[in-house]
């Protein structure tokens, strides 16, 4: 999912273990069939903040909402 991310230097897999195991953070899968197909993250920063990062979606099911998707719950969930 991370191959075509930053010319193929996305930070995101030398930090998955860490945020997977935040206390504090959500760590969110977006799935089709039982795959995944896209991540991400929201943390607590401070009181009444959230702060959002590392949003992926596989390529070969980019332009498909699931972003929108994810980022729509994102934003629910942070309220």
């Known amino acids: ?3 075509d991310v ?3 230097r996305d930070y995101l897999p030398r930090v998955f273990d ?3 195991g935040e206390a504090g953070a959500a760590f969110q899968a977006a799935e089709v ?9 929201l943390r607590a920063y401070a009181p009444g903040l959230i702060w959002y990062e590392g949003l992926r979606v596989a390529a070969e099911h ?3 909402g ?7 719950a994102a934003i629910e969930d942070a309220r």
């Open 66 to 72: 699931i972003a929108r998707a994810m980022l729509e």
């Open 1 to 3: 999912m991370t191959r």
């Open 18 to 20: 860490r945020w997977v």
């Open 62 to 64: 980019r332009r498909r």
């Open 6 to 8: 930053w010319n193929g």
């Open 33 to 41: 069939e039982g795959v995944v197909v896209g991540v991400q993250r």
